[in-house]
């Protein structure tokens, strides 16, 4: 492949993190990493979520100061207290979502800040002229007095690395710069971050999409749980083995692991509750089938950004599908909405549950009556007696941990809080619940009690969709797996197939293979 | 390309026809409408309005609200002439006037960064302050006689008088400092993505304090223009200057949520409101409570307009806001 212009030499590196560490309260989102950044060379911080990249990046560009450690940038410590100090010492970052001033010129986007002058006041010649230069330097050519927000976000990316390169940047950080771009334009970034490269540019590319990152890094540094897992020359470490890295599994242990086995495959007799066909949106996932049946459990496994949750949110209708269609009992459907999937009885327990499912100061009991409401109606209330029992119910059936159903529901331990989401929407009797990491971020036992609900609601013929970062989790938990790499469904795991090898595999795999 | 050029500067357009059209309506129904003096006067009548505007157009670019204009004219108006009753040369008595609306204005600002308060909060506090110190001045009426006042509120550029003059010179060092000095540039960017301007390292915190100086500046001078214009102090002027100007400004094309606009489109949003007044003077018979209606049915045919824009540039691809660009 291409990392074969790794260049070594005796010199200090550009950019030496040694043992810098970031607490948070109750989290150490960095424990002592180490970190090299090389002249010319191309550098990927690998990791799951929670693993410290974006806390890493921060650190160094200022946005965050750490709390021990130290950082050496050409030989000298330095220690940034705002982005625009790491910015004139050099280092120089485009962010996920384009930073830039929408409705402003391309041209001042550029030089805002740092806009040549004559005689007191502002040279626009100067900017728009050398504005059109620096983009030309990276392959662009464009209407430079035009307002930024006319032109797609690839170019609005471009804007912001001609802006970052021409503050005379020795290290650039591009966060996750590819995720709205397509195939070709991703193709025309990577040309311009080789020659940047090569004029001896410091590049550090974070990016869940592997592919991209094996096609453009000559190194990895692997992160897990806020710790340096290793750095790596990419030519030399295989695909599943950084799979393995960064979801910190022993390769060896996982293949002699493979005889465990999913659950028993459900009776065919069972008829497919829900189809999709083509199913896709654009920047969202790639269009995919899928099927479920009642009474089974269906997990998705991917890596961080593979397109776990945009397919909930597709197959839920928080985002409209440009593609596809989709069928219940056999009968065709549109979702345009969230509010209509609960109309069909259907279920979603999102996955960040302290911003998008907890309501922390209202009570256990409101916040399991909430769905069920809405799915009658604001107008048909529910009886505070109905409400009290409907909780009680729950609150015994799941074993809520709470003194009572009146205790707002934040002073609840994080695994009890989970227990309350999921009776909110039991309390409406789902024929299809979507469960996206309903396991993350607490106990073992109440893992443990979770995954029994999970197999004992399938048993009474609920179906369900299991989206976990756990493998394990989900090889024990499903019926049928549903692997995705890079927003693709790249292949669908049944019974005897389902076993952490196979699906690491599946993950690890090249696009091209 | 063409398309989209004109459609960034549609809010201006159309602000400028509607002027047109009610100038050139006005002009043909009653006589002696169009003529110097009836425009001079929409300048000299509306002076004072149209410097508040100006400062209130930066507060609003940055993406913030005054709603202390107003009760600073009030206030730097009796102030004056206080100060001149109290035998005090016009000339210092202006100059404090103006040191006290700008630090004033800087007081403000500072909070709003440093405490991170709310603008509509602090203005408001600012607003019954001044307000309220207006009145400790003096609850009556204070003339002003002195040579020089005299001298200064009679002088006149051939048809200009001081008034529209102030108006006028205040007007082209706006428009100047908004598109050629990077503190302007700034007040655009906090205004278009505050959080993007913090990152590209502008001086946001510091641009933030001065647009609420500067507006304190121009209310302060409004203050003063009063002062020429009607040879009195009086606590009450400028009551509800503030929404006038803020219906000027976003008449004018400004976006209300800051980063779009012209400093040049706040004129002609004063003029409009101005020619709507001089033609019920006009009319005669109407009340003057007709402006009132008029303004509001404007203000909220802008704000639909605004809002069309913004939905269709959002189909345009990207989700962002009117895509009105700030330079001409």
């Known amino acids: 492949m291409n990392s074969a212009s790794v260049i070594s030499t005796d010199e200090a590196p550009l950019l030496a993190v040694r043992g810098v560490t970031k607490i948070f309260p109750g989290v150490r989102a960095l424990d002592g990493v180490d970190f090299t950044l090389r002249r010319g060379e191309i550098h990927a911080l690998m990791g799951e979520n929670g693993a410290g990249k974006s806390t890493l990046i921060k650190v160094l560009t200022g946005a965050d100061r750490r709390d021990g450690g130290e950082i050496l940038f050409d030989g000298c410590s330095i220690d940034p207290r705002s982005p625009a100090e790491a910015q004139r010492l050099g280092i120089s970052t485009v962010y996920q979502e384009v930073n830039l001033i929408p409705f402003l010129s391309v041209a001042e986007n550029i030089y805002l800040g740092r806009q040549p002058m004559k005689f007191g006041r502002i040279d626009w010649k100067q900017i728009n002229l050398r504005a059109a230069a620096a983009l030309k330097r990276l392959d662009v050519e464009m209407e430079v007095t035009q307002p930024l927000n006319s032109y797609s976000p690839a170019v609005q990316q471009m804007v912001a690395i001609a802006r970052a390169l021409d503050i005379r940047a020795k290290v650039l950080v591009l966060d996750e710069p590819t995720s709205s771009l397509d195939a070709n334009e991703v193709g025309h970034l990577f040309a311009v971050l080789r020659r940047l490269k090569a004029e001896g540019l410091g590049i550090i590319f974070v990016s869940h999409f592997l592919d991209q990152v094996y096609a453009v890094s000559d190194r990895f540094t692997v992160l897990r749980n806020g710790k340096l897992i290793g750095e790596h020359e990419a030519a030399k470490l295989p695909r599943l083995e950084l799979v393995a890295k960064m979801i910190g599994k022993d390769l060896k242990a996982v293949e002699e692991m493979s005889a465990r086995r999913g659950a028993e495959p459900v009776r065919t007799a069972h008829h497919p509750f829900l189809r999709v066909i083509g199913l896709g949106r654009r920047g969202s996932m790639t269009p995919f089938d899928l099927t479920i049946r009642a009474g089974e459990v269906v997990g998705l496994a991917g890596l961080l950004g593979s397109g776990r949750t945009e397919t909930a949110r597709l197959l839920f209708g928080i985002d409209r599908a440009e593609a596809g269609r989709m069928e219940i009992d056999g009968k065709l459907v549109t979702l345009t909405s969230p509010r209509g999937a609960i109309g069909r009885r259907f279920g979603f327990c999102p996955e960040d549950r302290k911003t998008q499912a907890v309501i922390p100061d209202l009570s256990v009991r409101e916040n399991i009556v909430l769905a069920l409401q809405a799915s009658k109606g604001w107008l048909r209330k529910i009886s505070t007696q109905q409400q009290q029992e409907l909780a009680e119910n729950y609150i015994k059936a799941l074993g809520i941990a709470t003194s009572d159903a009146e205790q707002p529901i934040k002073l609840l331990s994080g695994g009890n809080q989970q227990k309350a989401i999921l009776a909110r929407w039991l309390a409406s009797h789902p024929r299809f619940l979507i469960l996206d990491e309903p396991t993350r971020g607490i106990d073992i036992g109440a893992k443990a009690e979770i995954e029994k609900l999970i197999a004992r609601l399938c048993s009474e013929g609920m179906a369900i969709l299991f989206i976990s970062s756990e493998l394990e989790e989900v090889v024990r938990d499903s019926h049928r797996v549903v692997v995705l790499r890079d927003r693709k469904k790249v292949c669908e795991l049944t019974g005897d197939q389902i076993d952490l090898p196979s699906i690491m595999q599946a993950i690890a795999a090249r696009a091209d293979e | ?328």
């Not at chain 2, 203050?223 to 976003?250: H, P």
């Not at chain 2, 909220?300 to 691809?317: C, E, H, N, P, V």
Request: aromatic share 12%; hydrophobic share 55%; glycine share 12%.
């Open chain 2, 1 to 328: 390309m063409k398309f989209r050029l004109s459609r960034t500067r549609v809010p201006l357009l159309a602000t400028s026809a509607v002027f047109a059209l009610f100038y050139t309506g006005a002009c043909m129904r009653y006589d002696g409408f169009f003529s110097w003096t009836v425009f001079v006067n929409l300048l000299h009548d509306n002076a004072f309005l149209g410097l508040a505007a100006i400062g209130m157009t930066f507060v609003i670019l940055a993406g913030g609200i005054d709603l202390s204009v107003g009760a600073l004219v009030g206030f730097t108006s009796t102030f004056i002439a206080r100060l001149i009753a109290h035998q005090l040369h016009p000339l210092p008595a202006i100059l404090i006037a103006l040191v006290i609306g700008t630090g004033f204005g800087a007081g403000m600002g500072a909070l709003i960064r440093f405490a991170a308060l709310p603008p509509f909060l602090v203005t408001l506090a600012g607003m019954f302050f001044m307000r309220g110190l207006g009145f400790a001045v003096s609850l009556e009426t204070i003339p002003i006689k002195h040579p020089f006042y005299e001298a200064i509120s009679e002088f006149s550029l051939r048809v200009f008088p001081v008034t529209a003059l102030l108006f006028l010179v205040a007007l082209i060092a706006a428009v100047y400092v908004a598109h050629y000095t990077p503190f302007g540039r700034a007040v655009y960017a906090i205004g278009g993505n505050e959080q993007s301007a913090l990152l590209m390292a502008l001086p946001v915190g510091r641009a933030k304090v001065r647009v609420y100086a500067l507006s304190g500046f121009c209310s302060a001078l409004a203050g003063v223009t009063y002062t020429f214009y009607t040879s009195s102090g009086n606590a009450t002027a400028g009551t509800m200057l503030e929404l006038d100007a803020i219906a000027a400004v976003v008449i004018g094309g400004t976006l209300l949520s800051g980063g779009v606009g012209y400093v040049f489109g706040t004129l002609i949003g004063v003029l409009i409101l101005g020619v709507i007044q001089t033609i019920i003077t006009f009319e005669g018979t109407l009340s003057s409570w007709w402006t009132k209606i008029a303004i509001g049915l404007l203000l909220l045919g802008f704000i639909l307009l605004q809002r069309f824009l913004q939905s269709s540039a959002g189909r345009g691809g990207l989700g962002v806001a009117n895509p009105a660009m700030a330079r001409p």
